[in-house]
């Protein structure tokens, strides 16, 4: 009978809402986080702002997975790659969440340009959605942002999800939801970056993010936040040997519980200097 119970949890809201939301786990916390940071950056910002690979510098790939409140049914995985190029930066995602009986999937490709103080970028996504015994959906979403280098340490920007269309294929009446972004990281040092960010998802309150990461020496790291919607705090512990980076992290919901995640991290040789 469980699996009845999350077919009704995730069915309704799309019975019943106009506008709705492509799952923003609790890892939005930390794959996003590194966006507005030069140091501090990997393969998952361009998620937190398309913008950031404008200033990519090197190859970058990962892979991020988390049990959200430890249900087997409500897992998340996504998986990023940054390249730089000419002038800017290019970036491949793939997202997806659920069980056999309910999932969303999520194919994304982004760029980013370096105008000077500005970078800008874009990212195209195909969304499918399927339940069990209801059928299969997609949609096509876009993604835009923009970044301003405030100074050497500080920057911040605004990230733009699907801000029109997102209507699904076969149920014209349904779309995915707008969310809109604003953020500021500041490197207060070589060794700390904090960053705080504004989101705005339709049909929800307003939720800010803040996130504070720490490097110890250069193979280790910490990462703690709070996400002021729910009262969510989430902690991360990151270890780097040599090109690879290893993440445990955890997230704590007051009623649900918690949500550990895990991720794994590639980076390349440094090509611009």
């Given at each position: 009978m469980k699996w009845c119970f999350y077919c009704l949890l995730f069915f309704f809201p799309y019975s019943l809402l106009s506008a709705q939301s492509v799952h923003y786990p609790p890892s939005a916390m930390f794959t996003g986080s590194g966006a507005y940071s030069q140091a501090f950056s990997d393969a998952f910002s361009f998620l937190g702002n398309q913008a950031s690979l404008g200033n990519i510098s090197q190859t970058v790939a990962g892979i991020y997975g988390e049990r959200k409140y430890m249900l087997e049914e409500l897992n998340f995985t996504t998986a990023a790659v940054g390249i730089p190029v000419t002038g800017g930066g290019v970036g491949l995602a793939v997202k997806y969440f659920g069980w056999s009986q309910y999932n969303e999937s999520q194919i994304g490709a982004a760029y980013g340009k370096n105008?000077?103080?500005?970078?800008?970028?874009?990212?195209?996504?195909?969304?499918?959605?399927?339940?069990?015994?209801?059928g299969s959906d997609a949609a096509f979403t876009t993604e835009a942002g923009t970044i301003w280098q405030i100074s050497d340490r500080v920057q911040a920007g605004i990230q733009v999800i699907n801000p029109v269309g997102g209507k699904f294929r076969n149920n014209k009446e349904e779309k995915i939801a707008s969310v809109y972004k604003t953020a500021i990281g500041w490197e207060t040092s070589s060794v700390l970056y904090i960053s705080a960010e504004i989101v705005k998802e339709e049909n929800r309150p307003a939720n800010i993010l803040v996130n504070?990461?720490?490097?110890?020496?250069?193979?280790?790291?910490?990462?703690?936040?709070?996400?002021?919607?729910?009262?969510?705090?989430?902690?991360?512990?990151?270890?780097?040997?040599?090109?690879?980076?290893?993440?445990?992290?955890?997230?704590?919901?007051?009623?649900?519980?918690?949500?550990?995640?895990?991720?794994?991290?590639?980076?390349?040789?440094?090509?611009?200097?």
């Open positions: 105008l000077g103080k500005v970078s800008i970028g874009v990212q195209f996504n195909y969304t499918m959605l399927r339940i069990a015994g209801y504070a990461q720490y490097r110890f020496a250069d193979c280790f790291f910490a990462r703690a936040g709070i996400a002021t919607a729910i009262n969510a705090p989430f902690l991360s512990a990151g270890w780097k040997w040599k090109n690879l980076r290893t993440d445990i992290m955890g997230n704590y919901h007051p009623r649900l519980g918690i949500t550990p995640g895990l991720s794994i991290s590639f980076f390349g040789k440094n090509i611009k200097g």
